[in-house]
């Protein structure tokens, strides 16, 4: 951590049996080379500080990035965007239930210098607001156990004034009036870009604690994905994506052998916000597709079960995963 120092640091590399994961309060939030057998990440990042863990152990290290002298540093904090003090210790309370989905928008309300509280659904975000206050809510609209629709019909009638944003990436005139009518102050698109994401916070007219007592905290980076990733961190979310993979396709097998139509219908929707993410277009419409079939159909049909079928057996190929074709 931080408090180690460079003289530490310098004895580790020394003796060269361990890569060192430097953890700093001003650190990037993807791992970065400081120097041989070092990698630098913030520790405001759970993604940055496992994705660092994982190149130690593997053994692929990024290439050291060069020293900046003070003007290039200077230059460079100059150029980085700036994000509206406004944000800064806005506390926010995110409900979704796909890995990709929190650790990107984590990063993103980090950024953003606010404190976000990430939950996997409606029930786990009101057992949160039973103990804690928030600013506002971000909620995913299917989730297992409680969805979006359930979770704020329950905020309507114990948390009347808090602000509820819809998260999706299924929006269109239709929807956007739905979802006003049942209570939502508006929506965030998924995956959204930081400006995108800081607009429809801005909206919402919040602001966080006094300058004064927000400065105590970190200030925020301004690299971080935003709708569009760099190279970097797609390939970052690429294998975290393969990761959630290798337990989600069984988990996928099981709902087509036990022929659940409304799990497939959750889990088509989770997995669609995932490719998103990650630019991969196909996969994500093909998601899409076979949650409309469920929603239409209303229950198991044998044209779902054939094109549930081919997205596993696809996604199985493309990402080198070891699971059994179904049959």
């Not at 361990?18 to 993604?47: K, M, N, Q």
């Not at 409606?122 to 039973?130: D, E």
């Not at 990436?169 to 739905?178: C, L, P």
């Not at 889990?267 to 597709?289: D, M, N």
Request: glycine letters at 8%.
């Amino acid at each position: 951590t931080g408090e180690y120092g460079a003289d530490t640091i310098a004895t580790l590399r020394a003796l060269r049996l361990v890569t060192v994961v430097w953890i700093t309060r001003t650190g990037p939030h993807r791992p970065a080379a400081r120097g041989d057998g070092v990698l630098e990440v913030s520790e405001f990042s759970h993604a940055a500080l496992a994705a660092g863990i994982e190149l130690a152990v593997s053994g692929d290290a990024p290439e050291v990035e060069a020293p900046l002298d003070e003007a290039a540093e200077a230059a460079a904090h100059a150029s980085a965007p700036a994000f509206d003090p406004a944000l800064r210790g806005l506390r926010v309370l995110v409900a979704e239930d796909n890995p990709l989905n929190q650790t990107l928008i984590t990063e993103q309300l980090t950024t953003l210098g606010c404190m976000p509280v990430i939950v996997g659904d409606g029930r786990q975000a009101l057992a949160v607001l039973s103990q804690t206050d928030v600013d506002l809510v971000l909620t995913d609209i299917h989730m297992p156990v409680m969805d979006g629709y359930a979770l704020i019909a329950a905020l309507r009638e114990t948390h009347p004034a808090l602000p509820v944003l819809a998260f999706s990436a299924v929006t269109g005139v239709e929807q956007a009036e739905e979802w006003r009518r049942r209570g939502f102050a508006n929506y965030i698109l998924k995956p959204a870009s930081l400006r995108q994401l800081e607009t429809g916070l801005m909206a919402l007219g919040l602001r966080g604690p006094a300058p004064e007592e927000a400065a105590t905290g970190p200030a925020p980076a301004a690299s971080l994905p935003g709708g569009t990733l760099d190279s970097a961190d797609k390939a970052r979310y690429m294998a975290m994506l393969k990761d959630h993979l290798s337990t989600d396709l069984p988990k996928l097998a099981g709902i087509v052998e036990t022929r659940d139509w409304s799990a497939l219908r959750d889990w088509a929707h989770s997995a669609a916000g995932a490719f998103l993410i990650v630019h991969e277009p196909e996969f994500a419409a093909q998601c899409r597709v076979l949650q409309r079939m469920c929603d239409v159909a209303g229950g198991w049909t044998p044209d779902i079960a054939a094109h549930a079928l081919a997205l596993h057996d696809g996604l199985r190929s493309r990402f080198g995963l070891d699971e059994p074709f179904l049959h």
